[in-house]
């Protein structure tokens, strides 16, 4: 637990998250719009990811996407804390340009409100993937084209726009 608290009542402050649980962790005061988006990013938009991803389960007709993904998410969510970057997997860190593409076209048709997001946070993988050399400078290249071609295309968001 992130533990603000005017430097008389630390003590305190640590002591009560302790009772509590669990393990204190200080957060200087200027940092704490910083650790809350922090924490915001990691927890609520995962929220929002599992459950786009469960309605497409459902919308392929699985019929318990729960049980589908809780041992996939849970692996992932493992290996990201465990290995961070090393951990990326998928056709975005292969720089699989094609499969990106498909995957879009099937958003489009299936779930138009989930290209915008999945073109960003395909971007923010094929960023991180680069720098830490799991992609390759040339299918980056190839991917960040197919990236910008489906955010251009009719129907879908233009460069900024969300819908």
Excluded: C
Aim: proline share 6%.
């Amino acid at each position: 637990f992130g533990v603000t608290a005017p430097e008389e009542l630390r003590l305190a402050a640590e002591a009560l998250v302790i009772e509590m649980g669990g393990e204190p962790e200080w957060i200087a005061e200027e940092s704490r719009p910083l650790y809350h988006a922090a924490l915001a990013l990691g927890a609520n938009h995962l929220v929002t990811l599992v459950a786009q991803s469960m309605e497409l389960l459902a919308k392929a007709g699985v019929a318990a996407p729960d049980r589908m993904l809780g041992p996939l998410l849970g692996a992932a969510l493992d290996n990201a804390l465990r290995s961070g970057d090393a951990a990326l997997t998928g056709p975005v860190a292969r720089g699989d340009a094609g499969t990106v593409a498909a995957h879009i076209g099937e958003l489009r048709e299936h779930a138009p409100q989930a290209v915008a997001g999945y073109i960003e946070m395909a971007r923010a993988t094929a960023d991180r993937a680069l720098a830490h050399g799991l992609l390759k400078a040339e299918l980056a290249e190839d991917l960040l084209v197919v990236l910008a071609d489906q955010e251009r295309r009719p129907g879908g968001p233009g460069p900024g726009e969300t819908r």
